[in-house]
């Protein structure tokens, strides 16, 4: 068991001759597949046990899949960490003091298992994480002749398997594998019963099997609630789940049996079936008189969570609102005599507005669409006037690309500041090389003109763009202005492949038109 | 105002406007120039089909969210009034840009879309634009295109619907970049008529298309 803590989860392989078991245990233990597969059938020889024992493990070990599933929604779950896999070296010293345990939860076929000698370790951690789900007492049956291992080092344990259950119910949380262990030791009991029997003591088996089955049974029932609790007890998709029923199916099926055999050994089989009839006769009558009752309670919860839930949001939204468009609302009020003013909040708090409501969370902040985006509003609350930006695909922001998104917030400047009327701000980012395009309507100038000394054309736009190998190109008209930046990919070939891109008109529109 | 390229005789069209906030209805009206004439309106999915049914009119300005229906909105009326779609266009119009609204209502198959932050003149040329069976292109509907289309031109052997050719790209590109259909024309050397046959091709492209690219774009926006 110690020398278990770097071996793979126990899963069931997909290289496969009936469902993976025997492949999958191998790799799990390292042996050699042949030689587990003819341990199994050896196995089988002897009264069944291996085929029991691979029946077991059909059940109860996932599929690579969906341990890998199982394994991926763990962390949503933050406490379910039972089944867990944790570092195996962490359950070690924890395995002795988890007796206590309900007996006869499982098949105890696997004490008789050939391929795992050393029975008190073979059902630890080894067993990933099997489900809580049914283990299947039917296949004990024929393997229970069998149980001559030497799996029976403990013989103190028998008197503590009557411990409780609420008292493991509470390790179960606790311990990892605490599942594992509590099956494990269930299956160790039965097998030193078995063995004691053999050995001519007399086990009172009549009370033990239905004691064990009502046990047992309200084991799996109340696994279920505490795993629906978990989840938050109302929650449907969890209730609704096949497994969560069959569960509930099973340990109803075991206590009613339980009780029965327990009943019927006190008197004739006729009274019994005459009291069964009279006990779901009540039951029914007691159902009848509560369903009404139990389903307006199961309504009124749930319209009160739908309620809750609405409250919620509502207030989440009238908080928004409150902080927003309510401020922006009293702000423009008092400024309602500066027109450029109340058109600057306007706009500022559309943008706002629809930022919190149309908001693509497919698209990743921190590129540079967004960087574009950012710098005109910032724009646009400078000056008041508006900015529309449209982007076409996206690039991560580097150095490079912050100098275009400052040359392309210079050109912005001068279009707010001299152009009238909306800047429209493209930007095209492609494998090849990223584009800006800053216009507006208004009057334009003369890029000749402009002094050397006004570093804002030249030098913000012009020259940074140069520095960082790309190029600004400015076309003025009576209509208005134009500044395109393009900024080509770092790698040559990028820019190699973007000239079979370009349409031509592209080529020539980068070119002054005075 | 570019409308240099329409008849020139004074006519007037014929405007449905649905829109569920009276005040911008009213506003809207009062917006309209001479050359339209107002002949109803509509707040809600139902009324709007009923109205669009009785009075037959060229142009439709259709708000993207509407209250009624089964919650479809103007894509909904659009649906609803298919059996008008020859002789009857659709004009959407909204405060939300959202790729969603947008794309989903010209597919549709509205001519084009505005938002309702655009200016008076801007409305009405769109609605003269779209009776005379042109597409109306915002720069951001450009942009979607460009996004969804993809920004390389289409090769020969690509099916013709699937992607948009050199010309409609540079068409869309100068769209996109905020310039007017006149200025396309002007830029690319073409007539404005050249401009509105390339949009509206590109419109129907947006329309028709199976596209997996554009699936696999609208479908990430949860469009489909």
């Known amino acids: 068991m110690t020398t278990a803590v770097e071996r793979p989860p126990l899963v069931r392989s997909s290289d496969r001759m009936i469902a993976g078991v025997c492949s999958g245990l191998a790799d799990h233990l390292g042996w050699p597949v042949k030689y587990v597969r003819l341990g199994m059938v050896l196995a089988c020889f002897a009264g069944g046990a291996g085929l029991a024992f691979y029946a077991w493990l059909w059940t109860m070990v996932p599929t690579a899949d969906e341990s890998a599933r199982r394994n991926a929604r763990r962390p949503a779950s933050p406490i379910a960490p039972a089944v867990s896999f944790p570092p195996a070296t962490e359950s070690v010293p924890r395995a002795p003091d988890a007796g206590p345990a309900p007996p006869v939860v499982g098949s105890p076929a696997v004490s008789g298992n050939p391929s795992a000698p050393d029975g008190t370790g073979g059902f630890g951690p080894p067993f990933g994480s099997p489900p809580i789900s049914s283990p299947l007492l039917g296949s004990s049956a024929s393997a229970r002749t069998t149980t001559g291992s030497p799996a029976a080092p403990a013989g103190g344990w028998a008197e503590s398997g009557s411990t409780a259950l609420a008292v493991s119910r509470f390790n179960l949380r606790r311990i990892p594998y605490g599942k594992e262990i509590l099956l494990g030791a269930g299956l160790l009991l039965v097998a030193v019963i078995l063995i004691v029997r053999q050995f001519g003591v007399d086990v009172p088996l009549g009370t033990l099997i239905p004691a064990a089955a009502i046990l047992g049974g309200a084991a799996i029932a109340w696994m279920q609630l505490d795993e629906t609790r978990r989840a938050g007890l109302v929650d449907k998709t969890k209730a609704d789940q096949a497994g969560g029923w069959v569960r509930l199916a099973a340990g109803l099926a075991l206590v009613v049996a339980g009780v029965l055999v327990m009943v019927s050994g006190s008197g004739s089989w006729e009274q019994t079936w005459l009291a069964l009839l009279a006990s779901v006769a009540v039951l029914g009558g007691v159902a009848l008189v509560l369903l009404p009752w139990g389903l307006k309670f199961w309504k009124d919860l749930e319209t009160e969570r739908a309620g809750r839930v609405r409250e919620t949001e509502r207030a989440e939204i009238a908080a928004h609102l409150h902080d927003s468009v309510l401020q922006t609302l009293a702000l423009i009020q008092r400024r309602a005599g500066s027109e450029q003013d109340v058109v600057r909040l306007a706009r500022a708090q559309e943008r706002e507005l629809r930022s919190w409501l149309f908001t693509d969370a497919a698209k990743d902040a921190g590129l540079l669409a967004e960087r574009i985006k950012a710098v005109a509003a910032e724009v646009e609350d400078a000056h008041g006037q508006a900015v529309e930006v449209v982007t076409v695909g996206d690039a991560d922001m580097t150095d490079r690309h912050e100098a275009l998104v400052q040359a392309a917030r210079e050109a912005m400047l001068n279009a707010a500041r001299h152009g009238g009327g909306t800047v429209s701000v493209y930007m095209e980012s492609t494998a090849g090389s990223t584009e800006v395009f800053i216009k507006d309507r208004g009057p334009g100038f003369d890029l000749e003109s402009v002094p050397d000394d006004r570093l804002g054309v030249k030098e913000s736009i012009i020259g940074r763009m140069k520095r960082h190998g790309g190029t600004a190109t400015i076309n003025s008209s009576k209509d208005g202005t134009e500044v395109r930046l393009a900024l080509p990919s770092i790698n040559a070939d990028g820019s190699d492949t973007r000239t079979g891109d370009v349409p031509s008109g592209e080529v020539r529109n980068g070119e002054p038109r005075q | ?224």
């Open chain 2, 1 to 224: 105002m570019n409308n240099s390229s329409h008849s020139g005789e004074p006519r007037s069209v014929r405007v449905v406007i649905v829109d569920d906030h009276t005040i911008f209805r009213s506003g809207l009206k009062a917006d309209l120039d001479h050359r339209m004439d107002v002949v109803g309106e509509a707040g809600t999915v139902e009324e709007a089909i009923a109205v669009i049914a009785e009075t037959r009119p060229e142009v439709v300005l259709l708000d993207v969210h509407l209250p009624g229906g089964l919650g479809g909105g103007g894509r909904e009326v659009i649906a609803g009034s298919a059996a008008l779609l020859g002789t009857t266009s659709f004009l959407a119009l909204s405060v939300s840009d959202a790729a969603e609204d947008v794309v989903a209502v010209i597919r549709a198959g509205a001519r084009g879309y505005v938002t309702k932050t655009i200016s008076g003149a801007g409305i009405s040329d769109a609605v003269i634009r779209v009776a005379d069976g042109d597409a109306v292109f915002s720069p951001r509907l450009a942009g979607f295109v460009l996004d969804a289309f993809g920004t390389a031109p289409a090769d020969i052997a690509d099916d013709e619907l699937d992607r948009l050719s050199a010309r409609e790209l540079e068409v869309m590109r100068l769209i996109a970049r905020g310039y007017s259909y006149k200025e396309v024309a002007k830029e690319l050397f073409i007539s404005i008529k050249t401009v509105e046959t390339h949009v509206s091709a590109v419109l129907r492209k947006l329309q028709l298309s199976s596209r997996h690219e554009l699936t696999k774009w609208a479908a990430e926006r949860r469009l489909l």
